[in-house]
């Protein structure tokens, strides 16, 4: 998705909201307007950001990345898949906030691409997912992944820069009503088994294959998404022959079959 097609104010999408929600109750150490991070005095944590909303980052990084003041220092940036795992490699941070849905296989992906670099015993780098999306699987993809966290962008500049350091300490962090899909997704017995056919498809032909199967047209689909129709065009003709599906009417047999609408 390029800067253009961005829709207006997303920088502002991280920020000290009223009532938006924190990475969880009684988040351990959460710090004041004042002291966001909540942290030990001269503690730092080097971040990259990644995410397809050149202004969102802007605005991340304008919220947290005061270094002196909140003790992040973003050491980097990406908006794609492969930005992602260059930048990340080069800079070895401490923490990713990491996107879901990213041009070139989502956030699932960069995780799969940089897995020797979590399980790093002398440097490891931890990633924590700040999305939009607050669907049962995106949560759990990216936990399967290995991200520590998930975390919606309503959440705080004060509560997201305390997450950030709660993910340093190797401490597990989600948005309270998030906890709930992992909860049940890892410690029920009988929860569902992985569906490697959907599987295959990246984060975003998810995306458009939920938009056709509940009816939206292609020019519909491309404004709710920031893509082109021509880019829609393209996921369809992915998600058609990865599944082993001749049209739409199947493709939306098969995702009501599955509960995805």
């Not at 998600?239 to 001749?246: A, G, M």
């Given at each position: 998705m390029s800067d253009a097609n961005e829709p207006a104010g997303t920088a502002g999408a991280v920020g000290p909201k009223a009532g938006a929600a924190g990475p969880g109750a009684g988040a351990a150490g959460a710090g004041s307007a004042e002291d966001p991070a909540g942290s030990a005095p001269g503690r730092r944590v080097r971040v990259v950001l990644v995410d397809d909303h050149r202004m969102f980052r802007t605005g991340v990084q304008a919220e947290i990345g005061q270094t002196e003041r909140t003790g992040v220092e973003v050491v980097g940036e990406a908006a794609d898949v492969d930005q992602a795992v260059t930048?990340?490699?080069a800079t070895r941070p401490e923490v990713v906030l990491l996107d879901v849905h990213l041009p070139g296989g989502g956030g699932v992906e960069v995780l799969r691409r940089c897995s020797p670099l979590m399980a790093d015993p002398e440097q490891p780098v931890r990633f924590l997912a700040l999305s939009v999306s607050d669907a049962a699987e995106d949560v759990i993809g990216v936990i399967r992944g290995g991200?520590?966290?998930?975390?919606?962008k309503t959440i705080t500049g004060t509560d997201l820069v305390d997450s950030v350091f709660r993910v340093q300490?190797?401490?597990?962090?989600?948005?309270?009503?998030l906890a709930g899909f992992v909860l049940d997704a890892f410690a029920s017995t009988d929860a569902p088994?992985?569906?490697?056919?959907?599987d295959r498809l990246t984060q975003r032909e998810r995306e458009v294959l939920r938009l056709i199967a509940r009816g939206y047209a292609y020019k519909e689909i491309a404004k709710q998404l920031f893509i082109s129709v021509k880019t829609v065009e393209s996921h369809v003709s992915a998600?058609?022959?990865?599944?082993?599906?001749?049209n739409r009417h199947e493709l939306t047999r098969w995702a009501t079959a599955r509960r995805l609408v």
């Open positions: 930048v990340i490699t991200a520590r966290g998930y975390v919606t300490d190797g401490d597990a962090v989600f948005s309270p009503r088994p992985v569906d490697e056919d959907l998600v058609l022959r990865k599944l082993q599906l001749s």
